[in-house]
């Protein structure tokens, strides 16, 4: 059972360059979030998915976006990177939103530099 | 403006002794409240949680209690053990923004033999 996997690991941008970071679930899960983390901010919600086909903006969703085409991914988009989105990013997915005490599985993380 | 903090960016303890990790919110819309846990180079995994309609929540070794009047959380580590060396992390969310956590910055945990 893999759960939630991020592809890739570790990733090197350039200033300006554009990627996809790719997560996947089997689980079955409606829920589907990316969060980034950056030293002494905590987790912070970039863009959320309540089912396929659905996708919301979250607490930091400029310079990203998102495509939920099938139930079991859900992509997030850098069009055009910049230093300030150097940072891991975190891919979760639940069965119901978290917010009612329900467990949300995370991947393994992304570690992103842009240059 | 951070509306869950934990202030504590570090808690050392001794193997054997209790951790007590804090956290302070200020929306008092928030309605649940849960603990994740994070080793290094992993993602957090969920430890804990909590409804405001409760006061404590136990599970094994690990205990919230919530004090809404001072809007503040607390999560309990009895006995601390090694493995529990991680980062913790509170979140919370309201019931109008429920897909929505907001994390606090986390507090590192390191249990000393």
């Known amino acids: 059972n893999a759960g939630v996997t991020q592809t890739p690991k570790f990733r090197v941008l350039k200033t300006g360059q554009s990627m996809t970071l790719l997560c996947a679930q089997d689980m079955n899960h409606e829920y589907m979030y990316w969060y980034r983390q950056d030293p002494g901010m905590g987790l912070r919600l970039i863009h959320y998915s309540v089912g396929e086909g659905t996708t919301a903006k979250g607490e930091v969703p400029d310079g990203y976006n998102v495509s939920r085409l099938k139930k079991q991914n859900f992509l997030l988009g850098l069009e055009s990177a910049a230093p300030s989105q150097t940072s891991v990013y975190f891919c979760?997915?639940?069965?119901?939103?978290?917010?009612?005490?329900?467990?949300?599985?995370f991947g393994q993380g992304t570690r992103l530099t842009v240059v | 403006d951070q509306q869950v903090k934990q202030n504590s960016p570090s808690l050392s303890v001794q193997e054997g002794r209790i951790s007590i990790l804090n956290c302070d919110y200020t929306?008092?819309?928030?309605?649940?409240f849960l603990w994740y846990k994070k080793y290094p180079a992993e993602g957090p995994t969920f430890l804990i949680s909590?409804?405001?309609?409760?006061d404590k929540n136990e599970d094994g070794r690990f205990t919230v209690f919530l004090n809404k009047s001072a809007k503040h959380l607390s999560l309990h580590i009895v006995p601390s053990q090694p493995g529990d060396s991680a980062v913790y992390f509170c979140?919370?969310?309201?019931?109008?923004?429920?897909?929505?956590?907001?994390f606090g910055q986390g507090t590192r945990l390191t249990i000393n033999p």
């Open positions: 979140a919370a969310s309201a019931p109008q923004g429920a897909q929505k956590l907001v």
């Open positions: 929306n008092s819309m928030f309605d649940y």
């Open positions: 979760a997915s639940s069965y119901r939103p978290p917010g009612q005490g329900t467990e949300a599985f």
């Open positions: 909590i409804s405001s309609i409760k």
